[in-house]
């Protein structure tokens, strides 16, 4: 995995919303990059409505987006279902998760780890919260930001 002070890998991927997404697009503030497993699932619910739920605190101090391996249908729905208010972005076939080092051996088999990325305005990565607990999370990288 990578670690505090690397270069985070540059992607373009597709979002929930049909745009494309590219991270080096976004340097004027932090980006918070948080990996979860899977769309419409318990912890990756709560995690996502929580985040929704800080949007506004967000909204100066960093993009948020949410990545995982589902497609942007699933990602629609799950969106429209829970009012999610920020990109979620479409990792199908989990090369950008496996390029962060987020992609391997869970409790339930082969996934995505859930972790969360702070990236710097330079692009380095300045913060990796791994093994993240859904419940309380948003405001934990809020209180890091």
């Not at 745009?19 to 912890?43: E, N």
């Not at 990756?44 to 949007?55: G, Y």
């Not at 989990?94 to 990236?119: C, D, N, P, S």
Request: hydrophobic share 40%; proline share 6%.
């Amino acid at each position: 995995m990578l670690k505090v002070g690397d270069i985070a890998p540059d992607f373009t991927l597709e979002s929930d919303s049909g745009t494309t997404v590219v991270l080096s697009a976004h340097r004027d503030k932090p980006v918070v990059l948080f990996f979860y497993p899977k769309d419409d699932t318990p912890g990756c619910t709560i995690e996502c409505k929580e985040f929704r739920d800080a949007r506004d605190a967000f909204t100066t101090k960093a993009h948020v987006f949410g990545i995982s391996p589902d497609d942007r249908a699933s990602h629609e729905a799950f969106r429209d279902k829970f009012g999610l208010n920020f990109p979620l972005l479409c990792d199908i076939g989990h090369e950008v998760a496996e390029r962060y080092g987020v992609y391997g051996q869970t409790k339930w088999g082969i996934g995505v780890l859930r972790t969360t990325f702070v990236i710097g305005p330079d692009g380095r990565i300045q913060r990796i919260f791994e093994n993240v607990k859904p419940q309380g999370h948003a405001a934990e990288v809020l209180a890091a930001l």
